[in-house]
């Protein structure tokens, strides 16, 4: 596989921190434990990584129930896995790029050391989050994606507003968008607390309620410092686990 200008993953042997955990699998860090809904190999469909070849872990467990949810299968059951297990079954797709996902990642504190045993392997390493955790302690190489949960989504008053203040320019923030309300509530949101100076802002329409079309022409009609963002996995392959 080619990986065009990206260029192909890099031999994880030449790119290991030296105070890796790698280096002695046995550690305790490494027999740690995460609940595991699956882990994939797909091409990322959603925010600026879209397009590439990516390694999804997805854990299970969320604290939320958005209306629009298309995760559910996450919330239980999974499978128990040390950080052992789950960095030999990334390792083997050889990727570049490892999104860590859910459900709500943060929702297992062990989370944040796959994040940074992820990152010490060299690989480029995104966090899809609700926004309702604290992102606070997430490794500083890790690229977040920050929902903002909108009125529409039922979640609205689980936003950790706090949380904008622990991104930087690698980070993303996200909201799905159901219906034209949601619509002028992320508008006024994004202008309030200028997010655009933040770091890129992605607007994403919610995929049984609200036409990207129509997204679009109200993005464009307001000239929003915004990215549509259409979820391509399911443009390539609809909706399903796995993918
Ligand atoms: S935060 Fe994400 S996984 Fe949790 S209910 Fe909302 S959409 Fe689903």
Redesign the pocket.
């Known amino acids: 596989m080619t990986f065009g200008h990206f260029g192909p993953a890099m031999p994880q042997s030449s790119i290991l921190d030296p105070r890796s955990s790698a280096l002695d699998p046995q550690s305790s860090v490494l027999q740690a434990t995460l609940r595991v809904t699956e882990i994939f190999f797909s091409l990322q469909g959603e925010t600026s990584r879209v397009g590439l070849p990516t390694v999804f872990v997805r854990l299970t467990g969320?604290p939320?129930?958005?209306g629009?949810?298309?995760?559910?299968y996450?919330f239980y059951g999974g499978k128990t896995m040390t950080l052992a297990a789950i960095l030999s079954e990334v390792a083997q797709h050889a990727p570049r790029y490892v999104t860590v996902t859910?459900?709500?990642p943060l929702a297992q504190k062990n989370c944040h050391a796959l994040l940074k045993e992820l990152c010490d392997r060299g690989y480029s390493v995104s966090l899809e989050t609700?926004g309702?955790v604290d992102v606070s302690q997430v490794d500083r190489r890790v690229s977040k994606i920050l929902?903002l949960k909108t009125p529409g989504?039922g979640?609205c008053d689980k936003n950790r507003w706090t949380n904008l203040d622990h991104l930087t320019a690698h980070d993303e923030i996200k909201f799905v968008l159901c219906d034209e309300a949601d619509y002028r509530w992320a508008k006024q949101v994004l202008a309030e607390r200028r997010l655009d100076r933040i770091c890129p802002v992605l607007f994403s329409p919610s995929y049984h309620d609200l036409p990207p079309r129509t997204l679009a022409e109200w993005i464009l009609r307001d000239r929003l410092p915004v990215r549509l963002q259409v979820q391509l996995h399911k443009q390539l392959w609809g909706e399903g686990p796995g993918r």
């Open positions: 969320c939320l129930r958005c629009y949810c298309d995760t559910a996450a859910g459900g709500e609700s309702a929902d989504s979640e």
